[in-house]
């Protein structure tokens, strides 16, 4: 499934040879011609990488990433800033709001192509050890919980539920830790790099797997049984 990135650029000739590069390059991309539009797009197809003009109509560069940052599912959203305005302050600016790069116009699409695959593979490998750390915490974690109840009465399981836990895969056990953090299907596929579609189906074969009806039960079963802390 190819990595989507989101281009925020109000100059027509400049969105379309940076789209056609990229397009060929293998991603997706993504085309914005004003602020306002691309701060939707974000939301509506959860981009890996932003690459945004800073002046632009009814809302800059700038205000972008500062809003865009001020969600914990886009604080690590690798940026790119393209701009005519090539000043220190400009890019003391943009460094302040969070970008990762930072390219006057006017540049070579080969540099972009650098950058963004560059800035691609950095976050994939911290997107990957995070995930990894996440579960290695909650094995930990639930391995302890195990020890400290061993003594106690286990609680009893949901109506028609197993008395053990069940077999799940990895991948559908890293689907249920992200499901016990609140996150939706879209930001689980965006962390595990799959679709919504293939979230769905692991969710289905967890409830299936747990003998529950609903997410809520689900995860009172997982609580229950130690499969997430």
Same mark, same amino acid.
């Given at each position: #499934?190819?990595?989507?990135?989101?281009?925020?650029?109000?100059?027509?000739? =400049?969105?379309?040879?940076?789209?056609?590069?990229?397009?060929?390059?293998?991603?997706?991309?993504?085309?914005?011609?004003?602020?306002? #539009? %691309?701060?939707?797009?974000?939301?509506? +197809?959860?981009?890996?990488?932003?690459?945004?003009?800073?002046?632009?109509? /009814?809302?800059?560069? +700038?205000?972008?990433?500062?809003?865009?940052?001020?969600?914990?599912? /886009?604080?690590?959203?690798? $940026?790119?800033?393209? =701009? &005519?305005?090539?000043?220190?302050?400009?890019?003391?600016? @943009?460094?302040?709001? @969070?970008?990762? %790069?930072?390219?006057?116009?006017? /540049?070579?699409?080969?540099?972009?192509? &650098?950058?963004?695959?560059?800035?691609?593979?950095?976050?994939?490998?911290?997107?990957? !050890?995070?995930?990894?750390? $996440? &579960?290695?915490? =909650? &094995?930990?974690?639930?391995?302890?919980? !195990?020890?400290?109840?061993? %003594?106690?009465?286990?609680?009893?399981?949901?109506?028609? %539920?197993?008395?053990? @836990?069940?077999?799940?895969?990895?991948?559908?056990?890293?689907v249920l830790v992200l499901l016990a953090n609140g996150l939706s299907n879209a930001q689980i596929g965006?962390?595990?790099?799959?679709?919504?579609?293939?979230?769905?189906?692991?969710?289905?074969?967890?409830?299936?797997?747990?003998? =529950?009806?609903?997410?809520?039960?689900?995860?009172? /079963?997982?609580?229950?049984?130690?499969?997430?802390?």
């Open positions: #499934m190819p990595l989507t990135v989101l281009l925020a650029e109000d100059d027509e000739g =400049t969105r379309l040879s940076i789209y056609d590069y990229l397009e060929l390059e293998g991603y997706s991309v993504v085309l914005a011609s004003d602020g306002e #539009m %691309a701060l939707q797009q974000v939301f509506e +197809y959860q981009p890996q990488l932003i690459i945004t003009d800073i002046g632009m109509p /009814f809302l800059d560069g +700038y205000t972008l990433v500062q809003r865009v940052r001020q969600f914990p599912a /886009f604080r690590l959203l690798p $940026v790119i800033f393209l =701009t &005519a305005h090539n000043q220190t302050q400009d890019r003391i600016r @943009g460094y302040q709001v @969070g970008c990762d %790069a930072f390219l006057p116009k006017p /540049f070579e699409l080969q540099e972009i192509g &650098a950058i963004v695959r560059n800035l691609l593979e950095r976050s994939q490998l911290i997107q990957s !050890a995070w995930i990894q750390q $996440v &579960a290695l915490q =909650t &094995a930990q974690q639930r391995a302890l919980q !195990a020890e400290a109840n061993s %003594a106690k009465t286990t609680p009893p399981p949901l109506p028609n %539920a197993p008395e053990l @836990g069940p077999d799940l895969t990895p991948r559908e056990q890293d965006d962390r595990l790099f799959l679709s919504p579609r293939t979230v769905e189906k692991y969710v289905s074969s967890l409830l299936r797997k747990t003998f =529950t009806n609903n997410r809520s039960e689900l995860l009172r /079963f997982a609580l229950s049984h130690h499969l997430v802390t």
